[in-house]
T-cell receptor
């Protein structure tokens, strides 16, 4: 079945370390997105990409970086510059024609 | 700027009661999409509905119904005869309707608890 796979499900990071969250989709979707969710809050957009080798900053891009070398993959790196990285991260994708998103099951990142 | 407000942070009802989740939005766009998503404890967002701003017809899907009123910028969601399995966090969201990637703007979410 087609879908989005995020890994790992849980991730622990020491302060000062960079960490990369994986997002893979086999839906042949053009656009991919990363959202961050904090407790009791809605999702906020970090980065998004419409095509391979192109991506744009969302509302809270500081301290994060992404790449889009393949259509199927959109990894997110949480750098040491991100001051408060503990959160739930959701990856999503859709076609460029206004259809609803498909979301992954998320990665819960905790800084220890 | 676009904004979505879900004023109800938490709602708790007894099973079989009807419950309405409110959603109010702000946008300067004349064409846009509105969405509702369900987030069960597992964390994944489940797509429920997408509504185009040109289509103000209400929609019913089983026990779920949606009331879109452009005049009041509201897109409310009603669950009829609620069940324990409806317990989740529900998000209302808004996006531009244009070619290319559509960024979703989410409300804060409403945590719905259905008690047996």
């Amino acid at each position: 079945d087609g879908g989005i796979t995020q890994s790992p499900k849980y991730l622990f990071r020491k302060e000062g370390q960079n960490v990369t969250l994986s997002c893979e989709q086999n839906l042949n979707h053009d656009a991919m997105y990363w959202y961050r969710q904090d407790p009791g809050q809605g999702l906020r957009l970090i980065y998004y990409s419409q095509i391979v080798n192109d991506f744009q900053k969302g509302d809270i891009a500081e301290g994060y970086s992404v790449s889009r070398e393949k259509k199927e993959s959109f990894p997110l790196t949480v750098t040491s510059a991100q001051k408060n990285p503990t959160a739930f991260y959701l990856c999503a994708s859709n076609r460029l024609t206004g259809h609803g998103y498909t979301f992954g099951s998320g990665t819960r990142l905790t800084v220890v | 700027a676009q904004k979505v407000t879900q004023a109800q942070t938490e709602i708790s009802v007894v099973e079989k009661e009807d419950v309405t989740l409110d959603c109010v939005y702000e946008t300067r766009d004349t064409t846009y999409y509105l969405f509702w998503y369900k987030q069960p404890p597992s964390g994944e967002l489940v797509f429920l509905i997408r509504r185009n701003s040109f289509d103000e017809q209400n929609e019913i899907s089983g026990r779920y119904s949606w009331n879109f009123q452009k005049s009041t910028s509201s897109f409310n969601f009603t669950i009829t005869a609620s069940q324990v399995v409806d317990s989740a966090v529900y998000f209302c969201a808004l996006s531009e309707a244009r070619e290319g990637a559509q960024k979703l703007v989410f409300g804060q979410g409403t945590r719905l608890t259905i008690n047996p």
